[in-house]
């Protein structure tokens, strides 16, 4: 499609159950970003991926979080043991070419842990 | 380290007020800067970028000029419209060691405006 395309648009899930967020980039968009949102902040940096490597995973805030990307195209993000501080909205984001060129975001995913 | 503070709102004007966003930054280096907007119910979108002091980002009838000497990038629109309800998000970027670059945001700003 011609933009970033987040799957799904919302996830309701009870505390405990492991979740997975998918995000396909931009075709060629060989830098690849995830973001977390919550509600009334602003987004905090969770990871980065320049193709299938990941060289910047500082912003995972604990160990049940986990990111991979396949195929320098599609990415999931994998949250286990769900806990109530994980509802947020997920944004991803792509980039093609120079690190100033500009993020390009998909809608997110809206995740609510009960 | 990298930060970006920007206007708390709410922001409340009406239809054709002047709208100015104040956004200040801390950086080290040369960073580019960014303005993205939040419609209601959408995703993020870039709505102007400036990549070095002076340059003046623009589109939509938005404006914001890299201020290096103030460390800012203040969005500006001189008659705002009810469609530019919205929350806007400054964010900077820099180049880190390993070639890449990450964005650093502000906590965003929300604008209603009404008729």
């Known amino acids: 499609g011609a933009g970033v395309s987040q799957s799904p648009s919302n996830k309701v899930t009870e505390k405990g159950k492991d979740v997975e967020l998918r995000c396909d980039p931009i075709?060629?968009?060989?830098?690849l970003y995830w973001y977390r949102q919550r509600l009334g902040q602003g987004l905090e940096f969770l990871i980065y991926?320049?193709?299938?490597?990941?060289?910047?995973k500082s912003g995972l805030p604990s160990d049940r979080f986990s990111a991979e990307r396949t195929g320098e195209s599609v990415s999931t993000l994998t949250i286990q043991r769900t806990q109530q501080e994980d509802s947020a909205v997920y944004l991803c984001?792509?980039?093609?070419?120079?690190?100033?060129?500009?993020?390009?975001f998909g809608d997110g995913t809206r995740l609510s842990i009960l | 380290g990298n930060s970006v503070t920007q206007m708390e709102g709410p922001v409340t004007l009406s239809e054709e007020a002047f709208l100015t966003i104040n956004c200040t930054y801390t950086?080290?280096?040369?960073?580019?800067l960014f303005w993205y907007v939040q419609y209601p119910g959408e995703g993020l979108q870039l709505l102007l970028k400036?990549?070095?002091?002076?340059d003046k980002g623009s589109n939509k009838g938005f404006e914001a000029t890299y201020r290096k000497e103030t460390t800012s990038f203040h969005l500006e629109k001189g008659s705002v419209q009810v469609s530019d309800s919205a929350v806007y998000f400054c964010?900077?970027?820099?180049?880190?060691?390993?070639?890449?670059?990450?964005?650093?945001f502000g906590a965003g700003t929300r604008l209603a405006v009404h008729p």
């Open positions: 984001a792509s980039r093609y070419g120079q690190p100033d060129q500009p993020q390009h």
């Open positions: 075709s060629g968009h060989t830098a």
């Open positions: 991926f320049q193709g299938n490597s990941a060289p910047d």
């Open positions: 950086a080290t280096g040369y960073p580019s």
């Open positions: 400036a990549t070095k002091a002076d």
């Open positions: 964010a900077l970027t820099t180049l880190l060691s390993g070639g890449y670059n990450k964005l650093i």
